[in-house]
């Protein structure tokens, strides 16, 4: 009987990361087609959640965001984030074995087999849908009706030029959880934030498929870092630009003060120097500029929550 192909770490995983050294070695793969060894996917899933709670509390007057409400976020945030690449790699099978990046994800290099994949999928929907049945009934339709936009994103790389666009309308969904969540209805502030935070992931995302920009090429794989080609720092810029404008407006409805403010100046500044040191040749820097979104989304909910606090105190 063949041996099953060893389970290698990926080139973008963290180095070290438990899933690689310490989880039994039948589960790896599924850690990995998980992403579980590269959170900062569940990271950037999670932080819109997080701001839209954020957001909330400053505008009904709460004195932080819900603690229960961004516990529940991140373990969704976790779960979906998995869901969505176990489902995205199902779709993706034969294109990754095309991609030098994505050939050695579990399922083209035989670590998991497709029904395996499947079954693993099901478990972690059932667990985002636990999750999403703690909230009012309005935030729980809010979450189910941003499945069809998931289910679409694997399918736009093929013949749309931004798929990036669609994978922000899915990524950027919890910042309209947070209000939901928080008031039963949604509001222009959420809306906004929702706005700013898909120009958010159009631009990080687009930095990230800097990596993969040679592979795509011959792959016939679109992306909004080709659809940019030489001119990607102004593209990245536009993004980043637009982000701003979508969540001052946000943070004046919201009646936001000067922490949020000044938290919104420092979260400007990252993106700028993220912008400046964008280098199309520089796979490796394309993956540190975009985790580091994770550090300007934190400084930015930080902002927010002190904003809360003093408010209230």
């Known amino acids: 009987m063949p041996e099953r192909p060893a389970a290698a770490a990926l080139p973008d995983a963290v180095r070290g990361h438990w899933a ?31 701001w839209s709670a954020a957001l909330a509390a400053i505008a009904g007057g709460a004195p932080w965001p819900n603690p229960l409400h961004c516990l529940l976020f991140l373990i969704g945030a976790v779960a979906m984030r998995g869901a969505g690449c176990t489902y995205n790699d199902i779709v993706d099978r034969d294109l990754d074995t095309r991609v030098e990046r994505t050939r050695g994800r579990p399922l083209p290099s035989g670590q998991v087999s497709l029904k395996g994949a499947l079954a693993f999928l099901a478990l972690q929907g059932f667990v985002g849908l636990a999750v999403l049945l ?50 039963g209805a949604l509001g222009i502030p959420a809306l906004l934030l929702y706005g700013g935070s898909i120009a958010w992931v159009v631009g990080y995302d687009t930095i990230y498929a ?21 001119r990607v720092r102004l593209g990245v810029g536009i993004c980043y630009a637009l982000t701003l404008g979508f969540l001052i407006p946000a943070f004046l409805l919201a009646g936001a003060g000067l922490p949020a403010y000044a938290g919104l100046g420092l979260f400007a500044a990252h993106l ?30 930080a902002a927010m929550t002190l904003d809360a606090i003093l408010r209230a105190f």
């Open 20 to 50: 690689d050294r310490l989880a039994p070695a039948a589960l790896r793969p599924y850690l990995r087609l998980a992403r579980v060894e590269r959170p900062i996917g569940w990271w950037l899933l999670l932080l819109p959640c997080w």
């Open 134 to 183: 703690q909230f009012n009934g309005f935030a729980i339709g809010t979450g189910f009706a941003s499945l069809g936009i998931v289910a679409l994103y694997p399918f736009m790389k093929r013949f749309f030029w931004m798929p990036q666009i669609v994978l922000g309308l899915a990524f950027a969904w919890g910042a309209l959880m947070g209000w939901a969540a928080a008031f």
């Open 210 to 230: 800097l990596q993969d920009i040679e592979d795509d090429e011959i792959a016939g794989i679109k992306s909004s870092a080709r659809f940019f080609g030489e």
């Open 272 to 301: 700028a120097w993220q912008v400046i040191r964008i280098d199309r040749s520089d796979g490796m820097g394309a993956l540190r500029l975009f985790r580091s979104n994770r550090d300007a989304g934190l400084i930015l909910f």
